[in-house]
């Protein structure tokens, strides 16, 4: 998944991949730990274009992740999609307009939203994968409708109530159990 520099003409170049999930090395980790998997293969498409001396690429990311929901720990398949933007350039480019009163601060490539590359061709792998883990629910749910589990017995709150009494009132709060607020 290589991008040629002289393949990018003046009205942009436009590549479609399919990649399975393991090519990228982050998503192989996460895949090997059991936090997700990737059941499809990863469809990129991206359009890169020429913006002076640095190279924009609009891309997307599609696929199917299977997940365990973080209420039930049922495991689930849901779709994952991205868009995304990325800046290339071999250097970072000079910023002009400054006032010579002000005192200088050098910008880091990061912080300008810049990724670096060398030599004739871009890999945008490492930034497609941070583009997928990022697009990864935090605490993924099956459904918004998730009860979850019982917290005394464990059991599925989603196949119906368990029995448990609920959980008693905790007492640092009992101070606060009658109090209403003036309006």
Same mark, same amino acid.
């Given at each position: ?13 436009? =590549?479609?991949?399919? *990649? ?30 020429? &913006? ?5 690429? !609009? ?13 039930? =720990?049922?495991?689930? +398949?849901?779709? =994952?999609?991205?868009?995304? &933007?990325?800046?290339? &350039?071999?250097?970072?480019? *000079?910023?002009?307009?400054?006032? +010579?009163? *002000? ?16 030599? +004739?061709?871009? !890999? %945008? ?18 459904? *918004?409708?998730?009860?979850? =589990? ?7 709150? $989603?196949?119906? !109530? ?7 009132? $905790? %007492?640092?709060?009992? &101070? ?5 607020? !003036? $309006?």
């Amino acid at each position: 998944m290589r991008i040629r520099i002289e393949d990018i003409k003046g009205e942009g170049l436009v =590549l479609d991949f399919e *990649e399975d999930a393991l090519v990228f090395p982050t998503l192989g980790e996460i895949s090997a730990a059991g936090e997700c998997g990737f059941p499809e293969p990863l469809r990129i498409h991206l359009r890169a274009q020429k &913006a002076g001396e640095m190279v924009e690429i !609009d891309g997307e990311v599609k696929t199917r992740v299977r997940l365990t929901c973080s209420r039930c =720990l049922k495991g689930f +398949e849901m779709p =994952l999609a991205t868009r995304f &933007a990325l800046t290339y &350039a071999e250097e970072l480019p *000079e910023i002009s307009g400054e006032e +010579e009163d *002000e005192e200088e601060v050098e910008l880091s490539a990061e912080e300008m939203g810049i990724i670096l590359f060398h030599g +004739e061709e871009i !890999d %945008p792998r490492e930034a497609v994968q941070d583009q997928v883990v990022m697009a990864l629910p935090l605490r993924p749910l099956c459904s *918004e409708e998730c009860r979850g =589990l019982c917290p005394q017995c464990g059991a599925d709150l $989603n196949q119906g !109530d368990c029995g448990c009494a609920p959980p008693a009132f $905790n %007492p640092k709060f009992g &101070a606060l159990k009658d109090f209403k607020p !003036d $309006n």
